[in-house]
C-alpha cells in the first residue's frame, strides 16, 4: 500500500441530474483503518467519516447531516 496523503478535500456533487452548488470537505487522517483495509479520514466536527484507497477512491461511511451521495466523491490531496 502506497502513503497517502494525511489530509484530503472531498467534493460532494449533489443528487444527480441537479444544477446545486457542490460543498467541499476537508478531511484528516484518523487512527485505524476501515473495512476495506485502508486509512480512516474525518472532518473536524467528525460528522464526515472515509476511507480513502490508494488511487483516491473514497469509501462512505458516516455522513452526518448531509445525504449520502448518489455519485462517487471527488477526494484531492491536500498535503
Not at 15 to 37: D, I, L, N, R
Request: with cysteine.
Amino acid at each position: 500500500m502506497a502513503t497517502l496523503p494525511t489530509r484530503w478535500k472531498l467534493t460532494f456533487p449533489g443528487p444527480a441530474g441537479s444544477h446545486w452548488k457542490k460543498e467541499t470537505v476537508a478531511v484528516e487522517q484518523q487512527a485505524g483503518s476501515g473495512p476495506h483495509g485502508y486509512p480512516l479520514y474525518a472532518d473536524t466536527d467528525r460528522t464526515v467519516r472515509v476511507e480513502i484507497e490508494d488511487g483516491g477512491l473514497v469509501h462512505v461511511l458516516d455522513c452526518v447531516g448531509r445525504p449520502l451521495p448518489d455519485t462517487p466523491l471527488h477526494a484531492h490531496p491536500l498535503d
